[in-house]
């Protein structure tokens, strides 16, 4: 089988190169807008591509990713990257924004960004202690679908 060419830093050309075995997923907030209408759009899609490689989709409601990584379900984004950088990653502390002087002003788009990438560290590893506490403790399951926990957790 020939691969056809791929660009550079594509979904599936991630998944050929790192082969993750599971793919994370913040479960998104449902509103009526179109834009939550695009994130579930593109939630399923990430479902349905992920089933086709063989990866286990797991989605994790913000507030579980914020108790598993800070320790606090409440805790404000600030306060997930400070803790992404104690916990290990202490090169991104250059991308750790300042408070700003008034929660009016709000973030700089540059320190919204640097957040989010942030989030999506912290569904990372949400994900990985969720999947590592439930292969060490939990007894193998041969229910195979979606199994929801109490917690906001979902696997797929």
């Known amino acids: 089988m020939t691969s056809s060419p791929r660009p550079a ?3 599936l050309g991630y ?3 790192y082969a993750p075995s599971i793919v994370a997923i913040e479960k998104p907030l449902l509103f009526p807008t179109k834009r939550a209408a695009l994130v579930s759009v593109i939630v399923q899609e990430l479902h349905a591509r992920s089933r086709e490689v063989g990866m286990k989709v797991v989605e994790i409601a913000p507030r579980e990713v914020r108790r598993i990584v800070v320790g606090n379900p409440h805790a404000k984004k600030l306060e997930v990257a400070q803790t992404i950088v104690r916990m290990g990653f202490p090169d991104l502390a250059v991308k750790l ?4 002087p008034h929660p009016v002003l709000g973030y700089k788009p ?7 990438m942030f989030d999506a560290l912290a569904v990372a590893l949400a994900a990985d202690g969720y999947i590592s506490r439930a292969t060490s403790s939990a007894p193998a399951s ?4 979606s199994a929801k926990s109490a917690s906001g957790i979902a696997e797929m």
């Open 9 to 11: 830093g594509s979904f």
């Open 15 to 17: 998944v050929e190169d």
């Open 97 to 100: 924004p300042k408070e700003p």
């Open 110 to 116: 540059k320190d919204k960004y640097w957040l989010h």
């Open 142 to 145: 041969g229910a195979s679908g």
